[in-house]
């Protein structure tokens, strides 16, 4: 069975940083396109961050880009975010997804891939 479990979501400052975990069951992420993807109150789900399975070409959204890294583990069973500079426009539910690509070319994301439950973020004073 594939599950995603994401973590390491909390209360942060501005400014702050956080670290959240993507870790895989049932499969290997090494074989797969897999991303993060975030939804805040009221808005749609939005990408955040994606990498290749095969060339490693990582993509950032343009409001994270500098700010956030998306890094995997040798092992190929976990996937993670690093969250610097963080500001309170990032608060959302941040969730990992495979298919990534796609899921970010379609009209519901969650049409494609396999999700995880999500994690809470949120930046506040």
């Known amino acids: 069975q594939v599950q995603l479990v994401e973590s390491g979501g909390g209360l942060v400052q501005p400014g702050g940083s956080l670290r959240l975990s993507c870790a895989a069951s049932g499969f290997t992420l090494d074989y797969y396109t897999i991303g993060w993807f975030r939804q805040a109150p009221g808005k749609e789900r939005e990408g955040v961050s994606c990498?290749?399975?095969?060339?490693?070409?990582?993509w950032y959204a343009d409001s994270v880009k500098g700010r956030f890294t998306f890094s995997r583990d040798n092992a190929g069973t976990t996937v993670y975010l690093q969250m610097n500079s963080l500001k309170p426009e990032d608060t959302a539910v941040y969730y990992c997804?495979?298919?990534?690509?796609?899921?970010?070319?379609?009209?519901?994301?969650?049409?494609?891939?396999?999700w995880g439950q999500g994690t809470q973020v949120t930046v506040s004073s």
């Open positions: 997804a495979t298919d990534c690509f796609a899921a970010l070319l379609a009209d519901t994301p969650t049409s494609f891939g396999s």
């Open positions: 990498i290749s399975s095969s060339e490693g070409t990582t």
